[in-house]
């Protein structure tokens, strides 16, 4: 491809997707991939400086206007900030060599001083206030013109509708070192035009609350509904939504961060007209910081890095401007952006990729779950090839599929989720995923019961899937225990086909272990005496080592205690159970079906004969009450444990679990799609911990 040509498809895409992003409120494509193309068509332009035209998208800011609101011509032009790619270090100290550099700075000259700030992912605003009184809110535009949305921004609680005037204090403002703050803001002065500039945003638990309200609308059938991308998607909809009424049902905020008319004479660093904007009555963002030179710069980025997923908000970076009105007034512009400021990026937590299949997985009590098979891309710090779509209905609402380009984003320690499909990227014969009415591993029919969110595989421990996962259970240290046989080991064996059912296990002998590929004679007899060691358990454990749905650690104790004998609770009927303290109906009609079929009764008889033995009656603790006293919030979907089962272990261990987050509680645990809980809990400093945490917590102790 030759230049003219490359440069002409960059400036055509950059076009559509600026577009599609200011003007249609639908982003195309993640930030991230708009400034690749932006910083190669930049490249370009340097190198073949005859090909450089003023339509390029790197001459101007942004995109074009929306017909239904009025135009707005800024007093000031609304420009951009340079964006320093580099994620590590070396972007602040790119910045401040230019910026000495430019201010003829020798290495005798002291370190130049800055503001760093957060940079705020929301939509840039600039609000005119004359004689102290909102009169106009313009959004960006092509940064010479923007669109008159006064009605909506009126709406925003955070924005004042009337300057603060603060109080006059003898001898102007002082200088400030390093508290941001502690300048005395100067009078308005009468008749006076001010022009305040910042970013309109909403918060994360906001954007959840929202986006919950959509989905229960559309769920209602109401037309022309939809749920958002991500809280800047969100807010952009809402500032630029014809209707205020609709606007001001969008939960918006506002941080103001510079002043581009009307600033008192006697301010004259940007940190004072921090605390002028303070004054005012504007939000300005506590994560403000004076710098001196590069090294503080470094620090605050990597500050702000390390508390990015504990804010409510949005940032996809820091801000550097340089402290002194003076010196940012000598320093200029460039084109479309100040020399004396630059922003910083941190790695982007979306980006986009393509679904290359949905694989249907099984899961120890049959559920199927949907997860999106990714073409592998590097995201919020971790390489994503897989996202979960939790099950149908989620499929279905997110709507995606095969071949689909997708939004992913990985925030903070929570697993990847697919946010969204870039709908004009859809191949016209993409197919609607459904998921399958049989079980892809055992082909046996797949049932979603009413009122249920699972569909779940009917073949029980005729699966294979369900029947390594059974095994596992069976096996694992909280119920009957053996011992060394883990995942792996039980996989091979099941793929081996010399178990087939839990009795099997006790029919092993050293010549199939030994069989299998990489076993040791050694370990296979230590496989062997683990075996022989877990014929002697307690009811409790065997009942939950059954695996039967609903029965955890707590409620197979119950039951034991109640009943005294496996053969009295198999034989109970549905109300029988039920006199069980804490044991409902759907509790106790598992448990009867489990024990209505044959096989399972069969498995129970067999394991018996091949010389399992428990004491009869409560048996001991199944677990150490190691969690006593801690309160727990669960939340999101976890990647592997239900709900119920999370709680049922947390309880057996002693813990507490409620439904929301305090001060009181202790831990949180999260899993996908943890909403406002998990924004609560960052708020408060409660804990959080994914699934794995929460096992490791749970095993720490050996419980025997
Ligand atoms: S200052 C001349 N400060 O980033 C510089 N901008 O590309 C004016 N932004 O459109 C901008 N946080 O919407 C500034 N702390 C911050 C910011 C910030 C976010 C946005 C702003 C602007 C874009 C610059």
């Known amino acids: 491809m030759s230049p003219k040509t490359e440069i002409e498809s960059l400036r055509e895409q950059l076009h559509r997707h600026a577009h599609a992003y200011y003007v249609l409120d639908t982003p195309t494509v993640p930030d991230a991939e708009y400034d690749k193309l932006f910083q190669r068509l930049e490249l370009l332009e340097r190198e073949f400086p005859l090909l450089l035209s003023k339509d390029s998208p790197t ?3 942004g995109g074009g206007l929306l017909d239904a609101f009025s135009q707005v011509k800024h007093a000031v032009p609304m420009l951009s900030i ?3 790619t580099d994620t590590e270090s070396s972007g602040a100290k790119n910045f401040d060599a230019r910026i000495r550099k430019e201010l003829k700075l020798t290495e005798s000259d002291t370190a130049v001083e800055y503001v760093a700030e957060l940079k705020f992912d929301g939509l840039a605003m600039s609000l005119r206030y004359d004689d102290g009184v909102l009169v106009q809110a313009a959004t960006r535009g092509d940064g010479e013109t923007g669109e008159d949305v006064t009605h909506n921004v009126r709406t925003i609680y955070q924005i004042p509708l009337k300057l603060k005037v603060p109080p006059k204090r003898e001898g102007g403002s002082e200088a400030v070192g390093g508290d941001l703050f502690t300048v005395q803001p100067e009078l308005v002065e009468d008749s006076s035009t001010i022009e305040v500039r910042g970013e309109v945003y909403m918060r994360r ?21 939809k749920t958002f991308v991500n809280p800047r998607n969100a807010a952009a909809g809402a500032v630029r939504q014809l209707d205020s009424k609709i606007a001001a049902d969008r939960p918006l905020s506002f941080f103001a961060y510079s002043v581009a008319q009307g600033l008192p004479d006697s301010v004259t660093t940007h940190s004072q007209t921090l605390a002028q904007l303070k004054a005012w009555g504007f939000p300005v963002s506590s994560d403000a910081r004076v710098c001196q030179g590069a090294d503080e710069l470094v620090q605050f980025h990597a500050d702000m890095a390390s508390k990015r997923d504990a804010l409510p908000f949005d940032i996809d970076g820091v801000v550097y401007k340089v402290n002194s009105l003076a010196s940012q007034l000598e320093l200029g512009f460039v084109s479309r952006e100040p020399r004396w400021a630059v922003a910083h990026k941190y790695p982007a937590q979306e980006q986009m990729t393509t679904v290359l299949a949905i694989d249907v997985q099984v899961g120890r009590t049959g559920k199927l779950t949907p997860v999106a098979k990714l073409e592998a891309v590097f995201v919020g710090g971790v390489t994503v090839t897989n996202a979960t779509l939790h099950n149908e209905d989620e499929a279905r609402r997110k709507d995606v599929r095969v071949t689909d380009t997708v939004i992913v984003r990985r925030a903070g320690d929570v697993i990847p989720e697919v946010v969204g499909v870039v709908m004009n990227k859809r191949m016209q014969d993409a197919q609607i995923f459904s998921i399958p009415t049989h079980c892809p591993v055992c082909g046996s029919v797949a049932v979603r019961e009413e009122g249920e969110t699972d569909t779940r595989c009917t073949g029980g421990l005729i699966c294979g899937a369900q029947r390594k996962q059974a095994i596992e259970h069976f096996a694992h240290k909280r119920a009957v225990y053996i011992d060394g046989l883990g ?25 199939n ?32 080592g059954l695996g039967i749905r609903h029965v955890g650690e707590s409620t197979a104790k119950a039951f034991a ?37 044959p096989y399972n009764r069969e498995v129970v008889e067999q394991l018996r004969a091949c010389g399992l033995t428990w004491e009869e009656g409560e048996g001991t603790p199944t677990a150490p009450q190691m969690l006593a006293g801690k309160t727990f919030v669960l939340t999101g979907t976890l990647p592997t444990l239900e709900r119920d089962e999370a709680k049922e272990m947390i309880e057996a261990a002693g813990g507490k679990v409620t439904g929301s987050v305090s001060k009181k509680t202790h831990y949180v645990v999260a899993g996908a ?29 050996d419980f025997e």
């Not at 091979?492 to 050293?510: E, F, T």
């Open 513 to 544: 272990i030994v069989a299998l590929e990489r076993m040791a004679e050694k370990s296979a007899q230590n496989v062997l005496a683990a075996i022989e060691k877990s014929k002697h358990t307690t009811l409790p454990r065997f009942l939950f």
């Open 59 to 61: 001459q101007r800011v």
């Open 205 to 225: 638990d906001d954007f959840e609350t929202l986006n919950e309200r959509q989905r229960v609308k559309i769920a209602a059938g109401q037309k022309g509904e």
């Open 561 to 597: 205690k109640h009943f005294g004998n496996i053969d009295a609770i198999m034989n109970a009927t549905a109300e029988e159970l039920q006199q069980v303290p804490d044991v409902g109906p759907v509790v106790a009609t598992s448990l009867r079906s489990f024990f209505d079929v």
């Open 82 to 84: 340079r964006t320093e």
């Open 487 to 511: 995942e792996k080991l039980i996989e091979q064996m099941v793929d081996a086909d010399i178990i087939k059912s839990l009795p099997d296990l006790y029919r092993l002998g050293l010549a």
């Open 673 to 701: 799609e943890a909403g406002s809980k998990l924004d609560k809990a960052r708020e408060l400093g409660v804990v959080v911990l994914d699934e794995d945490a929460l096992l490791k917590m749970l095993d720490s102790k």
